[in-house]
């Protein structure tokens, strides 16, 4: 479906959590120094998915799987914005 999206020219912005104090993308439910949080999927590239994390300010790539282990952890929300 993400891969699809942004096929289409679509932004969008997952729902995941994130390890304050790795700043990085986690499987852990929230709790401690993990928090839900908010990226932006900027695009594909093979076998990672290329995110804008407003946390650190910076573009970061993550292996699909652990893209879809921080997703499914803080609920698997997905915003679609369409840019027609």
């Given at each position: 479906?993400?891969?699809?999206?942004?096929?289409?020219?679509?932004y969008?912005?997952?729902?995941?959590?994130?390890?304050?104090?790795?700043?990085?993308?986690?499987?852990?439910?929230?709790?401690?120094?993990v928090?839900?949080?908010?990226?932006?999927?900027?695009?594909?590239?093979?076998?990672?998915?290329?995110?804008?994390?407003?946390?650190?300010?910076?573009?970061?790539?993550?292996?699909?799987?652990?893209?879809?282990?921080?997703?499914?952890?803080?609920?698997?929300?997905?915003?679609?914005?369409?840019?027609?």
């Open positions: 479906m993400i891969t699809l999206q942004i096929l289409q020219g679509n969008v912005i997952a729902g995941v959590s994130l390890d304050t104090s790795t700043s990085r993308l986690t499987s852990q439910k929230a709790g401690g120094s928090v839900a949080h908010w990226v932006v999927v900027k695009g594909i590239q093979g076998n990672y998915v290329i995110v804008n994390d407003p946390f650190t300010n910076t573009t970061t790539a993550y292996s699909w799987n652990d893209f879809i282990g921080a997703a499914n952890a803080d609920g698997d929300a997905i915003v679609i914005v369409s840019k027609g």
